[in-house]
């Protein structure tokens, strides 16, 4: 039996939506997994329900010095050493990043260096100055790039640089686990039934941050114009733009039609998916959206920014893509999903079918051979 390649990870922080890919990594090579921070900036997750999930063991590097406002971060030139990997997989264009760069340059070793992208199109676009720089010098010295859609890549390749591999893999669950994860919510997605007295209404549902990006008064406005009083729409989230959004709700006049839940992560939140008719992500900059994976995966149609990086898990069947300048079209969009939605039932017995458009194994298994 050959024995397993040796794969060096670095990344940001350990996010629940990573999960799945760290793992796949782990079972399939010999992996250490190093994290720049203790938690994801601005997402305060769980890091021990986290952790209980993972079959890996998470290491941190220690902090360095502040320059530019980046922490350069200490220590990497020495990990890699002892670690002696084939494959070194980092995250973005960070510090780590050119770091790891240099020792394939100066040391001149065989190991194959890849980062990992998440940018839309349009993210890749908006790069300028000394990040653009970075990145354009960097990817076109090291074997790829993982970029979250074909789409990306092409633009990559047209505009960047040809010189890189182009690897591909969405920020994704694992089917199977997740939709295990939504079949334990039911209790709790019934539940939210009874306490926010939702049956016979049709349920649209924003997860994320309340913050000026996630263009949540276009959303509201919108919302107020809709002729169909059927719909309750659940915002699940935390953030500086809450009493802002609560008040602009009342003076719209769609307050009791409006639920603030709060922030939510695991059993809690799927439930949330698993309740939900119609999934919103009307955000003017999106890297991806990982919400919009869950919410498929929970059997949700989805109206997704055409400028979001998730956009291309978005398909005739699954969802309408729009303009997240464009109210009318907004408007349109979802009008035409509330006529389509069934009403919420008295009580939710079984899961609805997963909309995702491609497994997880289907996309993971053609990365790690491509690796």
Known sequence: MNAKKKLLVFHMALAPYRVDFFNALDKEFDASFYFSLSNVPDQDFDQDVIKKKCTFKSNYLSKGV????????????????????DIILCNEYSPVTFIAFLYKIVERKTVRLYTISDDSIDNSKSRKGIRALIRNMITKNIDGVIFPSTKVGEWFKKNISEKPKILELPIIHNDTVFRDALGESLSLANDNIRIFNLKGKKVILFVGRLVSVKNLPFLLEAMCQIKDTGWILVIVGDGVMMNDLKYMAINLGISRQVLFVGRKEGLELYAWYTLAQILVLQSTSEKFGAVVNEALLGGCKVLCSELAGASSLINAENGILFNPFDKQEFLTCIETALEEAEPTPTEIHALRENRMPFPFHEKINTLIQNL
Do not use: D, M, T, Y
Request: hydrophobic content about 40%; proline content about 5%.
């Open 66 to 85: 502040e320059l530019f406002g980046r922490s350069f971060i200490a220590g990497v030139h020495g990990i890699i050493k002892k670690e002696q990997p």
